[in-house]
T-cell receptor, first 112, second 114 residues
């Protein structure tokens, strides 16, 4: 079964608007990470939040983590056309240090 | 500082041939991970290697697939006797430490099996 599941599957917004993406997971984790993938490219690490943290900021990114609900959200403020990409959450399922488990991703389209 | 380099970028093979995918990690990184991505899917973990050692191969199919990360040279993912179902994008990632925090990904190899 999928460890990380993002929603919505696709999101289309206007430039300047905020984009909120959610991720749910099933097992306990050490950390949760968000990655971005531009079409035809590899993933780029955006932000990591540890299980003992509730919120973290990095530039226009804000990530929250609710371990009681096993969910996380990624907020991109003041979106730009260049933010158009797929976004994935990744967790280290069961605290395993060797691998990350990725969700299916969210396709974000930012209209100029 | 070069990032993770994967080659070839695109690889076309006929059924039954062998595919060899190469990955050079970020300079100084000794931990390499291979992932496979099917269209509209997330990345599926295949194998985690350190120099000369396979640490976790729980995501590798039991047959036809193998991986190595020699003391010198790139990591190699080898697929023998390819079938159409092997068609996918294969991504390599590296990290400096034995944690999964902040992996650096290559641009991937798109394998197409005819």
């Amino acid at each position: 079964s999928q460890q990380g599941e993002e929603d919505p599957q696709a999101l289309s917004i206007q430039e300047g608007e905020n984009a909120t993406m959610n991720c749910s997971y099933k097992t306990s984790i050490n950390n949760l990470q968000w990655y971005r993938q531009n079409s035809g490219r590899g993933l780029v690490h955006l932000i990591l939040i540890r299980s003992n943290e509730r919120e973290k900021h990095s530039g226009r990114l804000r990530v929250t983590l609710d371990t009681s609900k096993k969910s996380s959200s990624l907020l991109i403020t003041a979106s730009r056309a260049a933010d158009t990409a797929s976004y994935f959450c990744a967790t280290d399922a069961n605290g395993a240090n060797s691998k990350l488990t990725f969700g299916k991703g969210i396709t974000l389209s930012v209209r100029p | 500082n070069a990032g993770v380099m994967q080659n070839p970028r695109h690889l076309v093979r006929r059924r039954g041939q062998e595919a060899r995918l190469r990955c050079s990690p970020v300079k100084g990184h000794s931990h390499v991970y291979w992932y496979r991505q099917l269209p509209e899917e997330g990345l599926k973990f295949m194998v985690y290697l350190q120099k000369e050692n396979i640490i976790d191969e729980s995501g590798m199919p039991k047959e036809r697939f193998s991986a190595e990360f020699p003391k010198e040279g790139p990591s190699i993912l080898r697929i023998q006797q390819v079938v159409r179902g092997d068609s996918a994008a294969y991504f390599c990632a590296s990290s400096a430490r034995a944690t999964n925090e902040k992996l650096f990904f290559g641009s991937g190899t798109q394998l197409s099996v005819l």
